[in-house]
């Protein structure tokens, strides 16, 4: 197996809504988000999938030198060598691809979040940071695009916060914001015993009003010019909001099953927004 085939497995089995806005790239551009998006997953997995922390930790820390390696075109990892093919076309920094770590090892110590202002701290190690590198792949004219490509990484993650806040809390993690949990009387408790209370609901209503307002300042970023370019983020935004839309049709019952959207839905919202993209610039 390729590194690239790997990256490209590994992207395919996660299901990712990601997976489905790559499709509309042309090859290169292809690879190298893929590698990214498969050097997120490994990272991740490396904290949610290893129960041990200190082996969880140490997982990490060799992945930090692996990014070294990449810079040093010595990479021994599939995803390491792929990425390594990424940077012969592609300006992207490794000290991004640190603070990706640094992010995904917030979870080994982080379990709760005092305010917003530290939740978006975690957001923007582990999402606005990979937007800032995936702009980079997809090309811009502007920099104003990497202000767009880091509200909408924010975005993305606060989706991710709500969709899966039972999944978090079978972990023992609770990224809603203290403070936020406070003013809608929501208990820690009832979070981590997995109940679906109205204050839950209410609170989850007001958190997806805080995103839907990051998607709106994000696309409100992004200038004409490099629509085009950045149409796989603005599919993988067609696709989350798509999320956010389910989930409140579905009354946020988030406790109770974990709303997605099917890979047909998916797949439509991508060529869709594509279609409607390319007609743009034309």
Not at 14 to 21: A, I, K, L, T, V
Not at 130 to 157: D, N, P, S, W
Not at 167 to 196: C, H, N, S, T, W
């Amino acid at each position: 197996m390729t590194p690239d085939q790997y990256c490209r497995d590994k992207a395919a089995k996660s299901g990712s809504s990601f997976y489905y806005s790559f499709m509309f790239l042309p090859p290169q551009r292809r690879q190298a988000i893929t590698a990214l998006y498969a050097f997120c997953r490994e990272v991740d997995d490396a904290v949610d999938e290893i129960a041990d922390p200190e082996v969880a930790a140490q997982t990490l820390a060799w992945w930090r030198t692996e990014v070294e390696n990449i810079f040093n075109k010595t990479a021994t990892h599939p995803v390491g060598k792929a990425l390594e093919e990424a940077l012969q076309h592609f300006e992207l920094h490794q000290e991004y691809f640190l603070e990706i770590i640094d992010g995904m090892e917030m979870d080994l110590y982080q379990h709760r979040y005092e305010a917003f202002k530290h939740l978006a701290l975690y957001c923007h190690r582990v999402a606005s940071v990979v937007g800032l590198l995936a702009a980079e792949i997809f090309g811009y004219q502007h920099r104003q695009t990497l202000k767009y490509a880091e509200k909408l990484g924010l975005a993305f993650q606060l989706t991710n916060i709500i969709r899966d806040v039972r999944e978090d809390a079978e972990r023992g993690r609770i990224y809603l914001p203290q403070e936020d949990m406070d003013q809608f009387g929501v208990k820690a408790d009832d979070i981590l015993a997995l109940k679906q209370t109205p204050e839950l609901t209410a609170l989850l209503a007001f958190e997806t009003d805080r995103a839907r307002t990051f998607y709106q300042e994000a696309k409100g970023l992004l200038p004409p010019e490099d629509r085009y370019a950045q149409r796989t983020g603005l599919i993988m935004s067609a696709i989350y909001e798509a999320t956010l839309d389910e989930i409140e049709k579905d009354q946020f019952r988030v406790m109770k099953q974990r709303v997605s959207l099917t890979p047909l839905k998916k797949l439509w919202l991508a060529w869709r927004t594509s279609r409607a993209e390319k007609k743009h610039q034309q």
